[in-house]
Structure formats: C-alpha cells, structure tokens
C-alpha cells in the first residue's frame, strides 16, 4: 500500500514543479502557461496528493482492522475423540424394509 504515498510524492513533486519552476508566458511562449493554468494545474496537482494520503491511511486503518480481527478470532478446535457417525441420520443406503408406503389413490391399471 505503499504505493499511495508514492503517489503523494510523486503529485507534490509536479505541482511544485508546476508553481515554481515552470517558466512564465513572458519568458518563454511556447513552453510555458499563463498564471492562471499554472495555478489551477497546480492546485489540480495538490488535490491528487491530498487524495493519494487519505487513501493510504484509510488502507493503513483497514489493514490495522484486519489484523485486530485475525487475533481476536479463536479457530474451532477439533474433536478430541473420534465418534463412529449416528446411523439413524445416515441416508446414503436404504435399508432393506424400508420402502416408501404405497401412495393412497387408484392403482395403474394391470397389464394382461
């Protein structure tokens, strides 16, 4: 997450770059803006870094969450004895005898 106050640098380096050295319309024409552009690309420019902070202390403050939880978080443990499953709730097999009653109404009728 480093990567946002690289950011923020890297923004604070172009407005100064901007608003310092850039050269003015007097001086240099065809490099250079007017005052006003400058001020605006500029202030452009800060409102970047200013975004790029916050979002790395919001990604800081998530980061400081997560792990809060992940300690705060105990696993389940294991059983210590291991038990044979409860054959009454197993219903991979039928048992023989233990067919479905025969639905009440009429019968299909008899092949002959």
Known sequence: MNVYLFFAFFWVVVSLVI????????????????PQLRM?????????????????????IRRQVD?????????VRPRRHHEPPNPDFDFSD????D???N????????SS
């Open 19 to 34: 608003l310092i050295f850039l050269p003015d319309v007097a001086d240099i024409p065809f490099i250079a803006i007017s």
């Open 94 to 97: 039928p048992k023989p005898g």
């Open 40 to 60: 605006w690309a500029g202030g452009f420019a800060w409102v970047l870094a200013g975004w790029n902070i916050v979002r790395w202390r919001m990604a800081r």
């Open 67 to 75: 792990e809060e939880a992940r300690q705060a978080y105990t696993p």
């Open 103 to 110: 639905p009440p109404g009429p019968r299909p009728p008899a």
């Open 99 to 101: 067919r479905p009653p």
